[in-house]
């Protein structure tokens, strides 16, 4: 997706970015430290309803990234699922709880992952190497 103009066909439009992760703690450090970049930030405790927002949206956000250890569904899962309805949809998974293997073997893989506790740099790095291409 290359940058998209705002309805005035001037500015271009500011990317979405989709978080989800079940602490509403971590949601709001990730949501603090990617305030700093020029784009729109939604939150979601729930990856169902990150789901359901994602698949009723006209355009997909720019980014999604999750977290791998949800209660209601796995970030694998809700990669997956993402990925069927757009197969080029950028994802960034994070984890405290698992590595890289997690996906080394699955049909849906994230484009990047990001090991918790991440430093907060590091975090606004990848998301801006993957909003930049």
């Known amino acids: 997706m290359g940058v998209s103009k705002s309805r005035n066909g001037h500015e271009p439009a500011r990317p979405r970015v989709f978080i989800v992760d079940d602490e ?31 698949a009723a949206a006209a ?32 994802i960034l998974l994070v984890s405290g709880t698992v590595d890289e293997s997690v996906f080394s073997n699955s049909d849906a893989k994230p484009d990047r992952f990001l090991a918790k506790p991440y430093l907060p740099a590091a975090l606004a790095s990848v998301v801006q190497e993957l909003l930049d291409h």
């Open 24 to 54: 509403p703690i971590l949601l709001e450090l990730a949501e603090k430290v990617l305030s700093g970049l020029k784009c729109d930030i939604q939150t979601f405790t729930n990856p169902a309803v990150a789901l359901e927002t994602y």
């Open 59 to 90: 355009t997909p956000p720019e980014l999604i990234i999750t977290d791998f250890a949800m209660h209601e569904m796995d970030g694998m899962n809700l990669i997956r699922e993402c990925r069927r309805r757009n197969p080029r949809q950028k």
